[in-house]
């Protein structure tokens, strides 16, 4: 299945297929020198299929975790790209999840005013939601993705089956954002996640769902002006509690956040998906201490917050309030 994602400029091409990083050469020009960058938490045979097709491979390993999205990897894999003489022909792989992807996309937007990027996204995470989109970046200060820039891929591919090595934890935190698009936008995806008895089985057909839904709205809003802001659905609060908590994953937030967002009706059915998927329902904390925490999300704006809610699966609504009404969520 290929996903066109038509942006103003150009068109980029996304790839899910069983075992297409078997036949990677087939999509990607790799005749040239070809950097990748991927963490240490990445099994290598993911690596070695990529390596093995480029004419002249480099590879690049950091620190798996979130601590890596900083400001001294992303030097550093410059001057590793300036030192190796990498031109503007030449390309960046980013083989990992969101971490990974994010990074290489930051590096590729800027190395010579902007080098090809292609991604090969290995979490589910990545590949329903990171992958697409165009957003690129770096943590500055403590503050999550503050630094980057918009740089859409040159290509994706998304090879469902590296999901099998994927921790379960992990898997079902990137699931969290498949029941978000679900939600908001589209009944039967949330259904078919709902009464899946073989995940596993299923989740290409998540993948590529949620890819269209993801698709759908970045194509009408690319640089998150408007529409797109229906990605946040359950991620105000979310936010708040990935910062508070600093253990939860953030798919694990978002799906609390998310309960707090609907009707009760939907929060019924929201919860049984939740359960089923061992992702937590409930956060406990103080209720100012958490605001302290939400306060410090980039999406506020002069006080003011645009939050989303869903009364009816597959069907939302933007209400704008001032960022202290946020409490009465809670
Ligand atoms: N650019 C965007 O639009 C966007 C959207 C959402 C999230 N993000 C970013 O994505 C990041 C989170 O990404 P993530 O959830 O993919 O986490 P991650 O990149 O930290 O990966 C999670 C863990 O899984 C391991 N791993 C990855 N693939 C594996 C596989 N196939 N088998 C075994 N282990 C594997 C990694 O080594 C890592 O330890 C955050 O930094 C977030 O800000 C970006």
């Known amino acids: 299945m290929i996903l066109p994602v038509k942006m103003k400029d150009f068109t980029y091409d996304v790839v899910v297929q069983k075992n297409s990083l078997d036949i990677i050469e087939e999509y990607l020009d790799l005749n040239r020198k070809v950097l990748i ?36 990897n992303f030097e550093k894999i410059l001057d590793f790209l300036i030192k190796n003489e990498f031109s503007r022909t030449d390309c960046v ?5 969101g ?12 190395y010579m005013r902007g080098i090809p ?42 090879d469902p089956t590296v999901l099998k090595t994927l921790d379960k934890r992990q898997l079902y935190s ?12 589209d009944k039967t995806l949330f259904n078919l996640i709902k ?12 993948i590529i769902k949620s890819l269209q839904v993801k698709k759908d709205v970045v194509e009408l809003d690319p640089n998150e002006l408007g529409l797109r802001r229906v990605l946040n659905f359950g991620h105000t609060i979310g936010h708040g509690i990935e910062s508070h908590s600093g253990a939860l994953l953030h798919g694990e937030c978002v799906g609390i ?27 406990i904390a103080n209720k100012e201490e958490l605001y302290k925490y939400i306060c410090l999300d980039k999406k ?22 001032f960022i202290e009404e946020i409490l009465n969520y809670f």
């Open 300 to 321: 506020r704006n002069n006080n003011k917050l645009v939050i989303v809610s869903v009364n009816k699966i597959g069907e939302f609504e933007f209400k704008e309030i």
């Open 195 to 206: 009464d899946s008895t073989n995940l596993l089985e299923d989740i290409e057909t998540i």
């Open 37 to 72: 960058l991927t963490d240490d938490g990445i099994p290598y045979e993911y690596i070695d299929k990529v390596y093995k097709k480029c004419f002249k491979p480099y590879v690049y390993t950091i620190l798996q975790g979130e601590a890596s999205k900083s400001f001294i």
């Open 257 to 283: 956040g998310m309960t707090y967002m609907c009707s009760d009706n939907v929060k019924k059915e929201l919860l049984t998906v939740l359960n089923k998927y061992d992702l937590p329902t409930q956060y």
């Open 174 to 185: 990137g699931l969290a954002e498949s029941i978000k698009m679900g939600l908001t936008c």
């Open 117 to 158: 990027f292609y991604n090969i996204p290995t979490t589910l995470l990545s590949q329903v939601d990171s992958s697409i989109g165009g957003k690129t970046a770096i943590d500055k200060l403590g503050i999550k993705n503050i630094i980057g820039a918009f740089y859409p891929p040159h290509k994706v591919i998304i």
């Open 93 to 97: 792989i980013a083989v990992g999840g």
């Open 99 to 110: 971490v990974v992807g994010d990074l290489a996309g930051f590096v590729s937007s800027v």
